[in-house]
């Protein structure tokens, strides 16, 4: 069996969120994500859902069991996803509810970038490349 396409040749981040369904409307309305899947369970809670981020799918789902969403002291993931301009994607994302970070700045590496929270707790770095 093939591997699809979406998946391969690269790490799929599993984040664990409380409240999975209200993330999913804030990423597509703050980084227009678009919906693949999602597994609803029997009490209305979402087992698992795949979404698309700028071509990339990201998993997540409600926290549950041993899977917990990002703690008071922080997180230990952080989401880089190149974007083809990162100064509208953190306007339209502050506008959303992210919490901004870092202001898009560039950096001496060849990047335009941008640092937001998302409501769930997760941190997400975006970038468009510039001349270094």
Not at 113 to 123: C, T
């Amino acid at each position: 069996m093939d591997i699809p396409e979406h998946y391969r040749y690269s790490v799929i981040p599993h984040i664990m969120i409380d409240g999975a369904a209200e993330a999913i409307k804030f990423y597509t309305e703050a980084f227009g994500a678009s919906e693949l899947f999602r597994l609803d369970g029997d009490d209305g809670r979402i087992v698992h859902a795949e979404i698309s981020v700028q071509g990339s799918t990201l998993m997540l789902g409600d926290a549950e069991g041993p899977f917990g969403p990002p703690g008071e002291a922080g997180t230990s993931v952080l989401l880089h996803v190149y974007v083809p301009d990162v100064d509208a994607l953190t306007a339209r994302a502050a506008a959303a509810g992210a919490e901004l970070l870092s202001a898009p700045a560039d950096m001496p590496y060849g990047a335009r970038q941008s640092m937001l929270r998302d409501p769930s707790g997760h941190v997400w770095i975006f970038l468009t490349p510039i001349a270094a």
